[in-house]
């Protein structure tokens, strides 16, 4: 991949800081499916699914939360093998992304599910959606 085509890519792959005003406000159009938790050895825990916006506007993924662990840790690994923390992520309308991919991972920090399934929540820049995760 050419230096300009990398670049490119990560433009896709913007950091976004968050406004004051983010809501936690429920967004009914962005849908998660499949989700599950598996111990991949030595990493820790992690947390597949798969996020559709079927909105009519654009949607950016800022963050993770669950009870269940006391982090998570959003990564991007580039087509060179360099990982990055995931800060912001935008889909477009129609567009979805998969986190069971090695390119995107949701890593969860000193995971102890006290039920099952597992909640968790995706915080958007405007809004968030509620999830649950079978553990593998």
Not at 89 to 117: G, K, M
Not at 131 to 136: C, M, N, S, W
């Amino acid at each position: 991949m050419s230096k300009q085509a990398f670049l490119a890519a990560m433009a896709l792959i913007v950091s976004f800081p968050a406004n004051a005003d983010v809501t936690l406000e429920t967004v009914s159009d962005v849908h998660i499916q499949d989700a599950s938790i598996r111990d991949d050895n030595d990493h820790g825990y992690r947390l597949f699914f798969l996020i559709a916006n079927d909105s009519p506007e654009p949607i950016t993924i800022t963050g993770l939360t669950s009870p269940a662990a006391t982090a998570v840790r959003l990564i991007y690994h580039s087509h060179h093998g360099d990982a990055a923390d995931l800060t912001g992520l935008t889909l477009l309308p129609d567009e979805e992304s998969d986190f069971s991919t090695s390119h995107l991972q949701a890593r969860l920090i000193e995971f102890e599910p006290h039920q099952t399934p597992v909640p968790f929540t995706i915080i958007l820049q405007k809004g968030s959606v509620a999830g649950e995760a079978d553990v593998h």
